[in-house]
């Protein structure tokens, strides 16, 4: 394990000129809000839905290259899709950082540069921090509920 | 400096080994200490020729586990100051807090009363309380930090002026700034606004790094723990005044801690075993006994003394990196051996990673200071933290990781 299985240049293109970073979205219909208690890392994950799919995603916040570069790449990996589908790539993603290999690879694109990121234990929940904001909102969305915030503990 | 840190070194087996093909430089002793070859032979030896239980056996073994276990407590109570019996263990310091949260203060606090800390606590000396109070409905007041990361000791006064504080929870050495509490003064004034005030120090960061006499720093609770100075892991200490301890009921309960039981009830042993309810942690107290033997040999004064000259050297050479500030007090007199830092745009978590490639061993973080961290307007804080076994070889390794961490996160 050197320090090049985790910050593959994928991820240091992420971190350096971030995607969807943002912090505010016109037509919001869903905000939450995730920490990660063991690094004080926090995240606002903003989401849109037209048409039962992910319309527009934003996030925002302050974390290390890990975790603002994992939440860059999974809103490119997102954005477009079925609320449904979006939900099965964030768990594919969630099991690629255990440890699984991804069934989804093509879908996860860029996200599939944190594979390496499974062998360092105590950055899991860096990568996975933007990834469970995504699945929070959905799922909150589709309760009805519209603001949340939640300490992450995955 | 007096003793030889290169000798030393050699104590501590974890020291001579390698991370990532480079030298391991480790610069984490304020999260935990490295065991040192005497405590683990205590250790060792207990297992191997007197393993069995202690205060019960007649037998020559537990005779032998009582002697080490017993003999422990005494050391520990000479290294500060205090009376054998007004030293209870427990498994940590956060224990030990806890221990004084339930038998005193959710005893002795109802909704009237005031209890004052301080915006540096660690969250062990600060969360039993904030605990507390959602039963007992106290009000909280806090000690601020000001900007050269000194408790302001005017706002203190000011927050105890009304006379309402009874209980006073304060660290003696931030386990981020390394500031040095005048924890001595702070009693004094919650004495003389309250004589009744009680006043609970988390020795935590201290007695690993200088001398330390409880009594004569006029406080009621003192809590310590073992593993960050050169003992085990699993055991810590609650020093406290005996006529205090004597009014406390237990807090754990079982075996061990009782005088009588019957169907109808119990009456609790004597002070300090009330408070060591079950098996206690033997290999380990044998263990700590070791371990305060060992720094009495080099003599904290000379550590102190050491980790003053390394932490000037360490503070030159952070603020000498473009990019890098420090936390706390600049006066190596004012503070301990931990030093937090940032290095603008790069993340602590980025630090750590790149530093730990550099065979570099530092705590990021928020430090279980949230207060402290809102404070400084921080999530985390990248904290480099020396001990008597560190020496100025170490300084470099951190530099280069730092610089190679600047360029590498670099946007």
Not at chain 2, 216 to 231: I, P, R, S
Not at chain 2, 232 to 246: K, N, S
Not at chain 2, 377 to 387: E, I, Q
């Amino acid at each position: 394990m050197s320090l090049d299985d985790l910050y593959q240049e994928i991820i240091l293109d992420h971190y350096r000129s971030p995607k969807n970073r943002a912090p505010s979205l016109e037509g919001e219909d869903v905000h939450v809000h995730h920490s990660n208690p063991l690094c004080g890392d926090e995240m606002d994950l903003r989401l849109r839905v037209a048409d039962n799919a992910v319309d527009g995603l934003v996030f925002d916040g302050e974390g290390c290259s890990i975790s603002q570069a994992s939440a860059s790449a999974m809103t490119v990996a997102v954005i477009g899709r079925t609320l449904d589908d979006a939900l099965d790539l964030a768990e594919d993603f969630r099991r690629m950082m255990h440890g699984e290999e991804s069934k989804r690879p093509d879908d996860l694109l860029d996200g599939v540069a944190f594979e390496g990121v499974a062998k360092f234990p105590v950055r899991v929940k860096c990568a996975l921090l933007g990834w469970m904001a995504a699945k929070d909102a959905i799922e909150t969305y589709l309760t009805g509920e519209r603001d949340h915030e939640v300490t992450h503990d995955e | 400096m007096s003793f030889d840190v290169q000798t030393r070194k050699k104590d501590f087996p974890t020291l001579s080994r390698e991370v990532h093909g480079r030298r391991l430089v480790y610069l984490d002793s304020a999260a935990t200490s490295q065991t040192p070859l005497p405590v683990l032979d205590a250790m060792d030896g207990y297992y191997r020729t007197c393993r069995s239980n202690v205060h019960r056996g007649v037998y020559q073994l537990a005779e032998e586990a009582t002697d080490l276990y017993e003999g422990a407590r005494r050391k520990l109570a000479a290294l500060v100051g205090a009376p054998e019996h007004g030293v209870v263990f427990t498994k940590n310091a956060t224990e030990a807090c806890n221990l004084v949260a339930y038998s005193w203060v959710r005893r002795n606090l109802g909704p009237d009363d005031v209890v004052l800390t301080t915006h540096m606590e660690h969250h062990a000396n600060i969360v039993p309380l904030l605990h507390a109070r959602e039963d007992l409905g106290f009000e909280i007041r806090w000690i601020p930090v000001r900007e050269d990361g000194q408790l302001d000791l005017e706002e203190a006064a000011r927050l105890l002026d009304d006379g309402r504080v009874r209980f006073v929870a304060v660290g003696h050495v931030s386990n981020v700034l390394g500031t040095i509490n005048d924890v001595a003064g702070i009693a004094a004034m919650a004495r003389e606004a309250n004589p009744d005030c009680i006043v609970h120090v988390d020795g935590t960061q201290a007695v690993p790094q200088m001398p330390v006499d409880v009594p004569a720093l006029g406080v009621d609770f003192y809590a310590l723990t073992g593993h960050k100075m050169c003992g085990p892991t699993g055991i810590g200490a609650l020093v406290a005044r005996p006529e205090l301890l004597e009014q406390m009921p237990p807090f754990l309960t079982g075996g061990e801690m009782i005088l009588d039981v019957t169907t109808e009830g119990a009456t609790w042993a004597p002070i300090p075993g009330r408070f060591e309810a079950g098996t206690p942690m033997i290999a380990e107290a044998a263990g700590l006994g070791a371990a305060v033997d060992y720094l009495t040999e080099i003599g904290l004064d000379e550590v102190r003394a050491h980790e003053q000259q390394l932490v000037a050297a360490f503070l030159e050479g952070l603020e000498r990196i473009e990019g890098v500030s420090v936390h706390g007090p600049r006066d190596p007199a004012l503070r301990g051996g931990a030093i937090s830092f940032k290095l603008d745009g790069v993340h602590p978590h980025d630090i750590g990673a790149m530093l730990d490639s550099y065979g570099v061993c530092v705590r990021v973080g928020h430090h279980c200071t949230k207060p402290l961290m809102r404070h400084l307007g921080v999530n985390a804080t990248a904290r480099a933290s020396v001990y008597l076994y560190n020496d100025l070889d170490d300084l470099p390794p951190l530099l280069e990781g730092l610089e190679a961490a600047a360029s590498f996160f670099a946007r």
